[in-house]
């Protein structure tokens, strides 16, 4: 065998071994912390608020409490009072920003394709989710007429891409 290999092979181990112990190391760090999230607050556009908290967006309250071990924001009954907590939309990976059970409006952020048509993010309210592995996304929750914007408050503009950028079902 060649000095090459033998190298390309010995690096090749350790990087995969050195993956393993990593990824054991990070599951026992995420049950850890999920143990320690049910006593812990949730957020809000990156603020912490404190569980039984009860917050409005959106013309609708949202009470913060745990869902599976986790911080979780749930949906209350509609209310006539302007949001007591900003609401940037989602704009970017709801990730450290948001616990999951948020809504917002959406954004170009949002945008997707099916086929090869766009589906402008904008026209929808999309919540926050959590997958199995605990990572957060958004997931469409209702059309944008759901979502009552306060006096003044800036509206989603309407996506800048057009269908020509979607191939087969893929934003490009």
Same mark, same amino acid.
């Given at each position: 065998?060649?000095?090459? %290999? ?7 181990? &350790? *990087?995969?071994?050195?993956?393993? @112990? ?8 995420? !049950? $850890?912390?999920?143990?320690? =999230? ?16 009860? /917050?409005?967006?959106? =013309? ?5 409490? !745990? &869902? #599976? =071990?986790?911080?979780?924001?749930? $949906?209350?009954?509609? *209310?006539? $009072? ?24 959406? !954004?170009? +952020?949002? #945008?997707?394709? *099916? ?7 904008? @026209?929808? /309210? +999309?919540?926050? /989710? *959590? #997958? $199995?592995?605990? &990572? %957060? +996304? ?7 007429? @759901? ?5 003044? &408050? ?12 979607? #191939? ?5």
């Amino acid at each position: 065998m060649s000095r090459t %290999r033998a190298l390309t092979l010995l690096a090749t181990a &350790a *990087v995969t071994a050195g993956g393993l @112990e990593l990824g054991a190391g990070t599951a026992a760090a995420g !049950t $850890r912390m999920a143990a320690a =999230g049910a006593s812990a607050g949730c957020v809000w556009a990156g603020t912490s608020h404190e569980q039984g908290a009860t /917050v409005v967006a959106g =013309g609708r309250s949202f009470s913060c409490g !745990t &869902a #599976d =071990g986790a911080p979780y924001w749930s $949906r209350g009954q509609a *209310v006539n $009072r302007p949001s007591t907590v900003p609401n940037p939309g989602a704009t970017t990976n709801p990730a450290h920003l948001f616990s999951a059970g948020v809504h917002q409006p959406g !954004t170009d +952020y949002n #945008d997707y394709c *099916v086929g090869s048509q766009l589906i402008d993010g904008s @026209e929808d /309210v +999309y919540q926050v /989710v *959590v #997958d $199995r592995n605990g &990572a %957060r +996304y958004w997931k469409v929750a209702g059309p944008t007429s @759901e979502w009552a914007f306060d006096q003044g &408050a800036d509206h989603p503009l309407p996506s800048w891409r057009s269908a020509s950028l979607c #191939d087969d079902g893929n934003l490009i």
